[in-house]
């Protein structure tokens, strides 16, 4: 009896330390200019509990988390229109967050709207994900963003850390081209997609970006309580490896989504640099991203 209580520990034990990787709070509510009934509000709800249950308790990767380290998330889907036959059009919102070493501040991995997530949905159902096939686009959308912040995290805290979720983000984009909903291929109007996120996230012309992204948090941020200094010096030296991703594609998707996710945090942690500095970073963000050159700008003021 002794023994098979032990072998239930160790099982048990070893459940919590490789079970889930996410810790994700979850809303599902109605566009302010859509006009809902009780019925379909109550279905909202189903959704969000399908939605939270999805990404809270499937285990994405062979990575060990324990509980306290897994990663911080917010998917907020907004019901822009209900249509025949439990058919939905919705934006979805979705942020991450990492802890810094040495302190209680988190800081941003990823801030971005998907305004093209429609989806069927039917009262008790639930989102069941398949890695090797298409089922249904809600539980690919969220599948894909799963991986693409644990992609994002694991990039952070090593050099290319993230390849493994970033493939399976890919995996999820490919068996999704046969379907007919938006977001998925290459030739819809802009590039502001699923597919362009995780194209660029993998090609060769983008790893000065994803360098920039292990310097910044691993050799920056993780180090700002050792020595302010140095942790600012390794983060404009990562930014600058941004340059030359401007200038083979500018304005593309990653490095806006990059920047704008980090400015505020730019902005504090570069008020307390010297003028040069300063200047040096504020020219490059606005070369990057100048539609918001006013907001970098007032770094040096």
């Avoid at 990492?98 to 971005?112: G, K, M």
Wanted: proline fraction near 2%.
């Amino acid at each position: 009896m002794k023994i098979v209580l032990i072998v239930f520990i160790i099982v048990f034990s070893w459940k919590n330390i490789t079970a889930q990787e996410l810790n994700s709070q979850v809303s599902v509510q109605a566009n302010p200019a859509l006009t809902t009934t009780t019925t379909e509000r109550e279905v909202f709800s189903e959704i969000e509990l399908a939605v939270t249950n999805l990404i809270n308790e499937t285990v994405w990767g062979n990575d060990r988390f324990e509980v306290e380290e897994r990663i911080n998330c917010n998917f907020q889907i907004s019901i822009t229109e209900v249509t025949a036959n439990g058919g939905y059009k919705a934006t979805l919102q979705v942020q991450a967050t990492r802890p810094v070493f040495n302190s209680t501040y988190n800081t941003t991995l990823f801030n971005f709207l998907d305004e093209n997530v429609y989806f069927t949905f039917k009262r008790g159902a639930s989102l069941i994900y398949s890695e090797n096939q298409f089922t249904e686009n809600l539980s690919s959308v969220i599948a894909f963003y799963a991986n693409y912040i644990l992609g994002l995290d694991g990039d952070s805290f090593s050099l290319r850390g993230g390849d493994p979720y970033l493939r399976k983000a890919q995996s999820i984009v490919m068996l999704a081209q046969s379907s007919m909903s938006p977001g998925w291929k290459s030739d819809e109007r802009g590039r502001n997609n699923r597919f362009w996120l995780i194209d660029n996230a993998l090609h060769e012309l983008f790893s000065p970006l994803r360098e920039c992204f292990y310097d910044y948090h691993r050799k920056g941020l993780d180090r700002m309580y050792d020595n302010q200094n140095g942790a600012r010096e390794e983060m404009k030296n990562a930014l600058d490896k941004l340059s030359g991703v401007n200038s083979a594609r500018p304005g593309s998707v990653n490095l806006l989504n990059f920047i704008r996710s980090k400015r505020d945090e730019i902005a504090n942690i570069f008020k307390e640099a010297d003028r040069k500095q300063q200047t040096e970073i504020v020219n490059l963000l606005k070369r990057i991203d100048p539609t918001n050159a006013s907001m970098y700008q007032e770094i040096i003021q």
